[in-house]
């Protein structure tokens, strides 16, 4: 008999949508299946886009939609970094930053995320001097990071900003939301910073990856991308609606947050006190965990057995780790039950 696996890779949001989203999927007509949308004759991009603005306090036009957090940082790239120009990435990231910035030739340079105690840390200090040396056209900055877990402070982010204001700076909070609820700073960032994009997504916190709804807030000087982005047909309305439905049930998601934050320091507390293990703080919906690297294969062929769907990091500076996405809190018991039995009876035995 085969099992249905659980997935924990892909940081995905188990837990699903609130109820009102799959409400709109009911209700869908073919005004929005089959007909362009006409709100571009109001003049902005959609409800969506002048919901967010009005809920972030930014003005309609500075908001950009996209495919997702993917489609607008590869947009972003595409228009602002020209062949043989340089773009500062985090040295342990999200593969698809390395990705993006090879199809246009560009040359990365990287900055280290450095491990403390409890948690991954920004190195500030080196950001500045690597930024200062190599004067990059695009910054990429992503907090919470993928796959440390860990987020830029906000004075550490305004001292780059500062600094950093001949480049592009993309701020990447796909990971938003799931350990902080405020949202006031970007209101302040767009005012001062017109250089600076912060890009984030309807797919990790509000558990919709599968709409593929993303959007920025882009700052007053990127207007070569606003032309860039521009669609003149519209966007996804259905999916808009969806977003839009998310937007409006904000304690269905605060209480799955609320399930997360509980079951990251289950994590912490239970795959912690394995010998050989260390779990690493996380502001994100993952944990990353430091294992062992001579029982890496077995314990993954040990969960994979199980249908236990576990990333096990394969990079140059992360390949004695796994990262696990939270499900749901069952899901969560499982695994944690699971690797503690393996590593007691199997792997150590
Ligand atoms: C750091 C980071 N940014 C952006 C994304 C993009 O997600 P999406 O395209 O679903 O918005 C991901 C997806 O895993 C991610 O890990």
């Known amino acids: 008999m085969s099992i249905k696996p659980l997935y ?9 949508p609130a109820p009102a989203c799959f409400e709109v999927m009911r209700r869908a007509d073919i005004e929005l299946m089959s007909i362009y949308s006409r709100d571009f004759q109001r003049g902005v991009k959609s409800r969506l886009s002048e919901r967010l603005a009005e809920d972030l306090g930014v003005e309609e036009n500075a908001v ?9 940082l590869k947009q972003t790239v595409h228009c602002y970094l020209g062949k043989g120009e340089k773009i500062m990435i985090p040295s342990h990231s999200w593969w698809y930053y390395k990705s993006i910035s090879d199809e246009v030739d560009g040359i990365k340079v990287e900055y280290p995320i450095v491990e403390g ?36 402070s906000l004075p550490d982010l305004q001292r780059l ?14 990971y938003w939301s799931f350990a902080q609820e405020d949202n006031t700073y970007i209101r302040d960032l767009h005012e001062r910073f017109p250089h600076l994009l ?13 709409i593929r709804i993303g959007f920025a807030v882009m700052g007053r000087g990127l207007v070569q991308l606003a032309q860039f982005s521009a669609r003149y047909l519209g966007y996804h309305r259905l999916s808009e609606e969806i ?51 001579e029982i890496r294969a077995d314990l993954k062929a040990a969960l994979t057995d199980r249908g236990l769907i576990v990333k096990f990091m394969n990079e140059e500076l ?24 393996i590593m007691k009876d199997e792997v150590a035995a």
């Open 198 to 210: 912060i890009v984030r997504t309807f797919s990790k916190y509000y558990a919709l990856a599968g």
């Open 318 to 341: 992360l390949h004695s780790h796994m990262r696990i996405t939270i499900g749901t809190q069952e899901q969560n018991r499982l695994l944690a039950d699971a690797i503690t039995t």
């Open 64 to 72: 950009l939609l996209g495919y997702g957090g993917e489609d607008i």
């Open 8 to 16: 924990f890779d892909r940081n995905e949001n188990q837990y699903g």
């Open 117 to 152: 105690d409890e948690e991954y840390e920004y190195d500030t200090e080196r950001m500045l001097a690597l930024y200062r040396e190599h004067r990059p056209r695009v910054v990429l900055i992503s907090s919470p990071n993928n796959p440390t877990g860990n987020s830029l």
């Open 243 to 293: 977003a839009l439905a998310a937007l409006d049930s904000p304690d269905y998601y605060r209480d799955i947050a609320k399930k997360m934050e509980q079951d990251k320091e289950m994590f912490s507390r239970e795959l912690g006190s394995i010998p050989g293990f260390k779990v690493f703080r996380s502001q994100a919906n993952f944990v990353l965990v430091r294992i062992p690297e």
């Open 161 to 174: 900003l500062e600094t950093m204001k001949e480049s592009v700076v993309v701020l990447d909070e796909a």
